[in-house]
């Protein structure tokens, strides 16, 4: 009796609406009174009040005496979602994920079993809490990678959530400003209920945005170094030497400016840039070697705070070295640069600004993610720096400028999904500022203004974009016009690896046929040795599921004893999220 009239306190609760959002209230209850099944897309702008329905959805179901499960693809985003809930619902509200401690974490899967918890909040695993008769799942950001796990057992929260609500006969709620091309062809087609959110909450204005050409900018660099005297000469005694542009943070005139005027102006800025570290890798100018990590194909990132070289793929750290290990020289010398290194860019370009950086590096120890999410909303913080963890369902009203310090780097992944996760990137980025009374202003600095992606983003509109990748897509076979499975072929002698893989597509290829299954492969995965294992990958497209499923059950019969004697591991991904 006290939880059903917790319950109906809670949806007794007034809350006001926008027009839009009513509406789709409206459109949702219905499946949670009747207990139907029934998936809804809800696409909504950056700031147009989705969290409010998630709310006002759950009192509905709490009130109909059903429980509620709440996805969200970042820790912090779940922290986030659990103070707006727990200051609605009170203890209602349990929120469990891999940053508690064990005994926390049972806490709250125990409170669920015994109905203490009716509101299940929490990253990808919680899909797996024992919530018991769910009247309504919501997967928020549902286009983010995040869900997708990719170690172990590979599973994709959002379409296992899907499933679950099938099972519960409770409505889902797909929530997203910039959709999955999955998702939105999925609407398209019927299969979920497409609801838009067109306008932010009061009618705010969406942030404008703003394209930088970094061409440009290095260009007009160049002309005014070579304008310069070289070694002191004054102009028209000798001829200048070359000119050497400096290896600096790219931070255009426009955006220094424009941090410059804002931090004047009292309004909080937010500076994206996906890389952490201080340098991308060391290099030596004597003999050329790069610093590589001896157990992965890869460079190892240089950090100041300790002067230390971290490979951010397996772990593996060291001191910085004074001298070259290959030559013994004095030539090691920084190349690119990190979080870290903007952080101290700004820091010297501003010295009065209070800055923070919200990267894994600095929000690694518990609690200090909180802190900083803390100071940026109580004003304790001008500029915020950070990697993509900054960049999702935030809503802090003083941020009035948002920046991207290099929009390419997403964009030249060898993924198929690049142009997609770049022009979300940047959308999500955009939707950071002007969530309050003052107007946004959004820059993005970057190499290729004219791609499609970076255009849409720049007019924040995705049907266009969607309508161009769509078509890309279809014209290659790709998503969501085709089924993906990618088999990574993984063993520790690199000769052995690539006869395994030879055979995984020998035997894959059996069954292909140019309208039905195609095999791509094999080839060395893009990054090819991580943890001192060799990897390699063979992709497989089809059209339908079936075929693709049996082809592949078939390979790991022929296959998979043959790998096993030789210590050979075979991962096999259906719906791969990440080609790397």
């Known amino acids: 009796a006290a939880r059903d009239a917790t319950a109906d306190s809670v949806a007794a609760t007034q ?55 709440i996805l969200v693809p970042e820790i912090a985003l779940a922290d986030e979602i659990v103070r707006s809930f727990r200051a609605r619902f009170g203890s209602l509200v349990a929120v469990a994920h891999s940053a508690q401690s064990v005994s926390e974490r049972w806490a709250s899967w125990m409170a669920a079993i015994g109905g203490q918890a009716r509101v299940m909040i929490g990253p990808r695993s919680v899909i797996f809490a024992p919530i018991h008769d769910a009247g309504l799942i919501v997967v928020d950001e549902e286009h983010d990678a995040s869900y997708k796990n990719e170690e172990g057992i590979y599973y994709h929260a959002r379409d296992l959530a899907v499933v679950l609500a099938g099972f519960s006969k409770c409505p889902i709620v797909l929530g997203s400003a910039t959709p999955s091309s999955e998702s939105y062809a999925n609407a398209r087609r019927g299969r979920y209920r497409l609801i838009r959110l067109s306008r932010r909450v009061n009618d705010r204005a969406m942030a404008s945005v703003e394209v930088v050409d970094m061409r440009r900018e290095v260009a007009d660099a ?74 992965c194909s890869v460079s190892m990132t240089f950090h100041m705070r300790d002067r230390s070289l971290r490979c951010h793929y397996c772990g593996n750290h060291a001191a910085a070295p004074d001298t070259c290990p290959e030559c013994h020289g004095y030539g090691l010398k920084g190349q690119g640069f990190g979080t870290e290194r903007l952080t101290q860019a700004l820091a ?84 950071r500022a002007g969530r309050g009374e003052r107007a946004g202003r959004v820059i993005i600095q970057t190499y290729a203004p004219n791609h499609y992606s ?21 014209d290659l076979m790709y998503p969501p016009f085709a089924r993906l499975a990618m088999v990574r072929i993984e063993g520790a002698e690199p000769r052995l690896v690539r006869r395994a893989a ?67 591991y075979l991962a096999i991904d259906i719906d791969p999220v990440r080609m790397l």
């Open 222 to 295: 160049r002309k005014l170094a070579a304008a310069r005297p070289a070694n002191g000469a004054r102009p028209g005694q000798s001829k200048p030497q070359a000119v050497e542009v400096p290896d600096a943070v790219p931070l255009s005139t426009a955006l220094a400016a424009a941090l410059r005027e804002n931090l004047a102006s009292g309004g909080q800025s937010m500076v994206f840039l996906n890389r952490r570290g201080f340098h991308n890798f060391l290099q030596c100018h004597i003999c050329g070697n790069v610093i590589a990590c001896p157990n």
């Open 454 to 474: 970076i255009r849409a983003a720049r007019d924040q509109d995705y049907a266009r974009f969607m309508r161009r990748e769509l078509q890309l897509r279809r």
């Open 15 to 69: 809350f006001d609406l926008t027009d839009e959002q009513q509406v789709a209230l409206d459109a949702i209850s219905p499946a949670i009174e009747h207990r139907r099944y029934e998936a809804f897309l809800l696409w909504g702008v950056t700031a147009s009040g989705k969290t409010e329905i998630y709310l006002k959805l759950a009192a509905r179901a709490l009130a109909a005496g059903r429980n509620v499960l």
């Open 502 to 568: 030879e055979a995984v597509a020998k035997s894959l290829a059996k069954g292909s046929t140019p309208d039905g299954i195609r095999v791509l492969g094999p080839s060395p995965a893009p990054i090819e040795r991580i943890k001192q294992r060799y990897r390699w990958q063979v992709m497989v497209k089809s059209r339908e599921l079936k075929p693709m499923r049996a082809a592949i059950a078939a390979m790991r019969a022929e296959v998979g004893p043959s790998a096993e004697r030789d210590g050979i």
């Open 348 to 431: 010297e370009m501003m010295p009065a600004a209070r800055i923070e950086r919200m990267d894994s590096d600095t929000s690694s120890l518990r609690g200090a993610r909180a802190r900083m999410l803390a100071e940026l909303r109580a004003g304790e913080i001008d500029i915020l720096v950070g990697t993509q963890m900054i960049t999702k369902g935030f809503d802090f009203p003083g941020v009035t400028l948002a920046a991207v310090v290099n929009a390419d780097m997403a964009l030249n992944m060898p993924d198929f999904r690049s142009a997609e996760r770049t022009f979300q990137l940047l959308t999500q980025v955009a939707g």
